[in-house]
């Protein structure tokens, strides 16, 4: 079992709804969680990061962890275009291991 | 520089090739990375680096697959006796320190094996 897994999707939601994108993970000595986000063509990069239990908000971005069922959340309020690309969840340990990514498209 | 810098940012190698790809993080980040990263899936670990320190290899596919950071600031990635399945974009990310949070990503460098 790969330590974080994700939904690969792909996942498509019209512009302006609710997108929502979950990861699993197997190491319970998991501490931080992040959502990086990946265009095509380009490199990742970090958008969100939640260590405690409960909810992080960020403008139109909540993560949600839950460390007792061993997950974390990502939701995209009112969804955008530009919102379309790849959400990698990783999980900071002493070696930064990624989901294999859910592919979001986001649809006018 | 101001960002993690990878060079080249295209190779094409004929298999059988030896290739070394090479990243230069950010000045004064402790923890270097190496991924791979197949067409349509996340970045797969390679290895790690804590300063000099190899401190994890875990994830090179094969005894071919070398990576090195003998002054604690650049890498290279060597692969030997390139195969196809080798095609890919080779990632290489830094971070502050062990404790710090945030990985900083090259722009890759994609290597293509015909």
């Known amino acids: 079992q790969k330590e974080v897994e994700q939904n690969s999707g792909p996942l498509s939601v019209p512009e302006g709804a609710i997108a929502s994108l979950n990861c699993t993970y197997s190491?319970?000595?998991?501490?931080?969680f992040f959502w990086y986000r990946q265009y095509s063509g380009k490199s990742p990069e970090l958008i969100m990061f939640?260590?405690?239990?409960g909810d992080k908000e960020d403008g139109r971005f909540t993560a949600q962890l839950n460390k007792a069922s061993q997950y974390v959340s990502l939701l995209i309020r009112d969804s955008q275009p530009s919102d379309s690309a790849t959400y990698l969840c990783?999980?900071?340990?002493?070696?930064?291991?990624f989901g294999a990514g859910t592919r979001l498209t986001v649809k006018p | 520089g101001a960002g993690v810098s990878q060079s080249p940012r295209y190779k094409v190698a004929k298999r059988g090739q030896d290739v070394a790809l090479r990243c230069d993080p950010i000045?004064?980040?402790?923890?270097l990375f190496w991924y791979q990263q197949a067409l349509g899936q996340g970045p797969e670990f390679l290895t790690y680096?804590?300063?000099?320190?190899?401190?994890?290899k875990s994830g090179l596919p094969s005894d071919r697959f070398f990576a090195e950071r003998p002054e604690g600031s650049v890498s290279t990635l060597k692969i030997q006796r390139t195969q196809q399945e080798d095609s890919a974009v080779y990632l290489c990310?830094?971070?502050?320190?062990?404790?710090?949070?945030?990985?900083?990503f090259g722009s890759g460098t994609q290597l293509s094996v015909l």
């Open positions: 990310a830094s971070r502050l320190d062990r404790a710090g949070k945030k990985l900083f």
């Open positions: 190491d319970r000595g998991s501490q931080s």
């Open positions: 939640i260590y405690s239990n």
């Open positions: 990783e999980t900071n340990n002493n070696d930064m291991r």
């Open positions: 000045s004064g980040h402790v923890s």
């Open positions: 680096f804590q300063n000099e320190a190899q401190l994890d």
